[in-house]
């Protein structure tokens, strides 16, 4: 693996590749990784010939200094891990490497409705930060694939409509969440947790299998006001527990029986703030 801080040398060792590889898989990420991250990059090895990862703690998509300032950082681990995962270029940059002309955003990116819900609405602002430099990152390693986790589900939403937004031709390949044994899903922020606490996370992923097993047609209200109250009796403050339609993520407060749904959780525990979702009739 070869690892550039400069978007100029990447550039040029992708162009490189390219002339004997055809797809280039793509998976940027925060670091702190764990077997969530590395299955995007195994993902990646079976489709891809060249398979690019990135690692950057992209300040314009944190809305809380807090959580900015202690994002886990693990980096020795994290080469070691893309290193025997067979990635083939790591970009690490710094901030005046990614935003040259300062973080200000320089372009609105209309996303409409999606924005405006759930993640949107808690973290105002998130995810024009997170298109910012999506859209940075694919400029710099122009990848025909691009792989993301369903764990961020509204996040793939947002990055589809990006694509669609530059008229991009790039593959967006999601890929299922991985759990630990509890059924809690990886994350980077997990590491701020003890055993035990990680132990009593797991109660979110436990509400969302609940709701899969016993939503039925007609009125969902019930089920979401049960759903929220099984988080706060376990330790957490919710900031919301919706059911929407697969697809555009509308909210639904009354089903057909039919329609693809998917149920997603943010909660807070203690100062670690963790979202999961689970798609429901598949
Ligand atoms: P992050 O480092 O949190 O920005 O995540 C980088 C990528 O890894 C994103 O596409 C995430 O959706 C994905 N990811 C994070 N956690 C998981 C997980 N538990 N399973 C699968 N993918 C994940």
């Known amino acids: 693996m070869i690892i550039f801080k400069y978007a100029a040398d990447v550039i040029h060792q992708v162009k490189k590749g390219r002339q004997t ?38 300040p314009t998509q944190f809305t809380n200094a807090d959580d900015f300032k202690k ?34 955003p320089e372009k609105h990116f209309d996303l409409g409705y ?14 024009q ?8 990152l694919l400029e710099i390693i122009s990848p025909t694939h691009l792989f993301m986790g369903q764990k961020d589900y509204q996040q793939c939403l947002v990055i589809k409509r990006l694509l669609e937004l530059e008229n991009s031709e790039i593959v967006l390949v999601i ?13 980077s922020r997990n590491l701020r947790l003890s055993d035990q606490q990680k132990e009593q996370a797991s109660h979110i992923y436990k509400m969302l299998l ?45 089903w057909d ?8 959780a943010a909660a807070y525990f203690g100062e670690v703030r963790l979202i999961d979702n689970l798609i429901l009739n598949q």
């Open 114 to 127: 999606l924005e405006t819900i759930l993640e949107g609405k808690f973290r105002p602002g998130h995810f």
């Open 129 to 136: 930060g997170v298109c910012q430099v999506v859209c940075r």
């Open 21 to 58: 590889e055809t797809a280039t898989g793509f998976i940027p990420t925060m670091g702190a990784l764990h077997q969530g991250h590395t299955s995007l990059l195994q993902k990646s090895k079976q489709v891809c010939g060249l398979t690019v990862g990135s690692i950057f703690i992209n």
């Open 257 to 264: 029986g039919k329609t693809e749904l998917v149920v997603l």
């Open 175 to 187: 890929c299922e969440t991985l759990r630990e044994a509890n059924g809690l899903a990886m994350s």
């Open 210 to 254: 609940h709701v899969k097993q016993n939503i039925t047609s007609g009125s969902l209200l019930l089920l979401k006001k049960e759903a929220k109250e099984y988080l706060t009796i376990n330790g957490f403050k919710p900031d919301y527990v919706e059911i929407a339609t697969a697809n555009n993520l509308k909210p639904v407060d009354k």
């Open 71 to 104: 994002y886990p950082v693990t980096l020795e681990n994290d080469i070691y891990a893309l290193e025997k995962n067979g990635c083939d270029i790591l970009f690490l940059p710094e901030v005046k490497e990614m935003y040259p002309n300062g973080t200000i």
